[in-house]
Each structure stands twice: as C-alpha cells, then as structure tokens.
C-alpha cells in the first residue's frame, strides 16, 4: 500500500474519501433519530425513519438497486457485483441515536487540523475534550475533528456507519474492480436492544456480512458478552402497618436483602473490566406484599454466565426461603449472544476483515465489546457478523467526537471488504 501525501490519512484510498464521508455525515447528524427505550412501537420513535427514508432517496440517486424502506423500517440496497459465485456481503449501520444524551438539534462543529488544546465545546463550556484524559484523542494530533456544541450528542453512533457505508458504496460503483455483491441495511432501534427483532434474513440474502457501529481506528471486534435478563419476582404477605406485628411479610426488604448479598467486589460492573462478567441490578418495582427486581447477567464465557444465574438463584432461595411464608420466581431470558463461537467456525471471515483493514493501509486491532452488537443477534440467527470501526468516540455523551480520517480509513476498509470477497468467488468457501 503506497503511503497516502498527506501523513494523517492511512491510505490515497481514505485520502479520496475524506470529505465525501465527512460531508454525508455532517447531514445525516442533524436529523434526529433519538431511540425512546418506553416506546411499544416499532421503531420505537417515528423521526428515525426520516433518515431512512433520505437515504433511501439517496442510494437511488447513486444507482443503487432493489433500494426499499422495508415494512418494519429497515433501509435494504445492493450494490451489484462483478464476480460471479463471490460470496454476498452485508454491510450493516444504525440510523438511530442513543437515548443517554440529548438528539434533537445537533450542531456539529469541525475543528481542523487539531493542534492539541482542549477543545471547549461552545453550547456549555463546562464540557470540554482533554487530550489529558482521553488517550484517543491525544493520539490524534493534526486530524480534522467533529463534535457537537457541548449540548446534544453528535451521532457518530451510528451515522459515522451511514456515512462510512453509503460512500463506500458510491466508490464501488464507480468502476469495475473484481468485488462482491454488497447488500446494504440501516436498520433501527440498535441503541434500545431492537436493532434486528424483525430482521428479514432471507430477504437480506447475505452470507456474510459486518456492522461498521466500532469505535477506534482498526478494531475489530468478533467477541461480545452473552446477555441474560433475570426477573426475580418476590411474593410477601402484605399486611395493614397498623396491624402488621407478626404478620407482614415485606416483599421489598426481601428483595433489599437479595441486592446487598450479591457480590460487590467482584461480579459488579463497577469493578470488572475485560473479559470478567457481572449480574448487575437494574430496576425495582412493586410494593410490600409483592415486588420485582430486574437484573442483567453479562459474561464472554457461556458457562460462567450460567454460573452467574445459579448465583442469583441460590441467594434468592437463601434469602427468601428463610422466610417460610414468602415465595419467588426467577425468570431467566437470554438477549445475545457472544458471536465468538460461531465466528471460530468461519475464520476466513475475520480474516477478509483483517485483509481489508490492511489493504486501507491500517493495522487490525482486536478488540472485545463489553455489550452486545446487532452483529451478535443476526451472528445468533445464522448470519455471522463481526463488528467493525468507524472513527467515532466517546459514545452516548455530549463529549462525543469523531475524526474525518480515522471515518475515511473505515469507508476505504468498507470498499476493500467488498473487494476482497470478491477475490474469494468461484471456490472459496462462504460462510
Ligand atoms: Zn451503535
């Protein structure tokens, strides 16, 4: 890979794509499309299809084919390819926003050719980029930057995707450089766990594919924690305080007692990291005679999670079960799940991805998500799908950021994908 004139970029190809990522992106950033956890409808907030349906409108203009607004609100596309028997690639984004920080009014700011001072973000001054606590962005001296006025996040989660996919997809079409076909999604609803409940598969029609939802330049992430729900509901006896002597049976204080006996110094979120899992309380509700306590049981490893859940499970049958006159249920339901597994049966396509990165001119970093992805629903539903880097930093938070060239390296990894699948066809095995 020759080196790109201008040092910042990892490649001539990132180099090309630079303002073409950044200028879709700027656009798609100011369309709100915030994701409302509350909502009942699918999706959950009707302005995420505004962009949909503005991408949709654009990937006709760029000479995409079979563009639809699907019936649950997915944008599909496919950018034909010039290989016959190539394997198809699916390349996946998000069109909506986190609900953790304000969506609607976003103003992205671009700070050119950073020179290294904190960046004070205008909107409210107390918000403020320091190189001095945040090791990526110290790293990234002389890169034009985006971020929003210090009042909203700026979407890089996930527009830098968007952005990232459309124009690779603009580049691909134009010229006939041996690729695969390319099936695009932007789905919705990623960011309140919905992403792919009504993913079509079949109609999606890819072999493989990669959500483009990372962080960092180079990452590649094939590992996601497996995820269970666990409702424990407590049944007391509930009884007028007045004439409670002897008789009440607080549900409340038995679930305060289940809560205090889990773990705190380990199996907490607030004190792992890595590879380590937790069983992490969410919510309460309910009332002396009968409550409900929702936690969230993460870990990488299948068989620690079940540990994890037998855990609950035996403080709960300890706690509640020395009160004779209480009772539980314990509801376990699982949410994802860690896509290594099915990623180790199919090497050749971490290695594609690997190749890609490459060929952009970056190193491929590993990297493991202490979450879920899309990527590990549709991996679950038999379409393996690693996730891959897009740029965007410092997510859910008004401090986000994103560099224009760490986008760039991923539109020109995008394209190189594409690429290099289609050096795969006639003979190389699919997934
Ligand atoms: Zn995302």
Same mark, same amino acid.
């Given at each position: ?27 798609? +950033?100011?369309? /709100? ?22 991408? +949709? ?66 909107? /409210? ?13 110290? /790293? ?66 890819? /072999? ?45 204080k038995l679930i305060a007692d289940v809560i205090a006996a889990l773990p705190r110094e380990r199996l907490s979120p607030e004190t792992t990291e890595d590879r380590e899992g937790f069983v992490h309380p969410e919510r309460i509700s309910g009332s002396a005679s009968g409550a409900t306590l929702w936690l969230i049981a993460r870990d990488h490893d299948d068989a620690k999670l079940e540990e994890h859940v037998e855990l609950v499970r035996r403080i709960a049958a300890e706690v509640v079960g020395a009160e004779p006159r209480a009772s539980f249920t314990l509801a376990v339901e699982e949410q ?83 690429? +290099? ?11």
């Amino acid at each position: 890979m020759a080196a790109s004139a201008d040092a910042r970029y990892a490649s001539p190809l990132a180099e090309e794509l630079a303002e073409e990522v950044l200028e879709r992106f700027l656009r798609y +950033v100011v369309v /709100d499309t915030q994701a409302d956890p509350s909502s009942t409808t699918y999706p959950s907030t009707a302005k995420q299809l505004d962009l949909s349906r503005l991408l +949709v409108d654009e990937l006709r203009g760029l000479g995409l084919e079979d563009v639809e607004l699907t019936e649950p609100g997915y944008v599909f596309a496919t950018v034909p390819g010039t290989v016959d028997e190539a394997p198809t690639v699916g390349l996946i984004a998000h069109v909506d926003t986190s609900p953790a920080a304000p969506g609607a009014g976003v103003v992205p700011l671009v700070h050119r050719a950073w020179t290294g001072e904190p960046i004070v973000l205008p909107g /409210d001054a107390t918000q403020v980029l320091d190189p001095g606590d945040m090791p990526a962005l110290s /790293d990234r001296l002389g890169h034009d930057l985006v971020t929003s006025d210090g009042t909203t996040l700026l979407g890089a989660d996930d527009k830098a995707g968007v952005a990232i996919v459309v124009t690779a997809a603009r580049r691909l079409l134009a010229d006939d450089a041996p690729r695969a076909t390319a099936r695009i999604a932007f789905t919705v609803d990623e960011e309140v766990g919905r992403g792919t409940d009504h993913f079509d598969l079949d109609a999606f029609g890819a /072999d493989v594919a990669y959500t483009f939802d990372g962080s960092g330049l180079g990452e590649l992430e094939t590992e996601t924690f497996s995820a269970y729900q666990l409702v424990l509901t407590v049944a007391g006896v509930g009884v007028h305080p007045g004439t409670a002597k002897g008789r009440l049976v607080n549900a409340l204080k038995l679930i305060a007692d289940v809560i205090a006996a889990l773990p705190r110094e380990r199996l907490s979120p607030e004190t792992t990291e890595d590879r380590e899992g937790f069983v992490h309380p969410e919510r309460i509700s309910g009332s002396a005679s009968g409550a409900t306590l929702w936690l969230i049981a993460r870990d990488h490893d299948d068989a620690k999670l079940e540990e994890h859940v037998e855990l609950v499970r035996r403080i709960a049958a300890e706690v509640v079960g020395a009160e004779p006159r209480a009772s539980f249920t314990l509801a376990v339901e699982e949410q994802y799940r860690n896509m290594r597994t099915v990623l180790e049966r199919h090497p050749e396509i971490v290695v594609a991805a690997e190749e890609a990165i490459r060929r952009a001119g970056v190193e491929p970093v590993h990297t493991i998500i202490r979450g879920g992805t899309d990527g590990a629903r549709l991996t679950e539903k038999g379409l393996p799908t690693p996730n891959l880097f897009t740029g965007g930093q410092n997510y859910h938070s008004v401090r986000e950021w994103a560099s224009v060239q760490d986008m760039a390296a991923a539109a020109a990894t995008c394209v190189e994908l594409v690429r +290099v699948w289609g050096h795969r066809g006639s003979g190389a095995e699919g997934a």
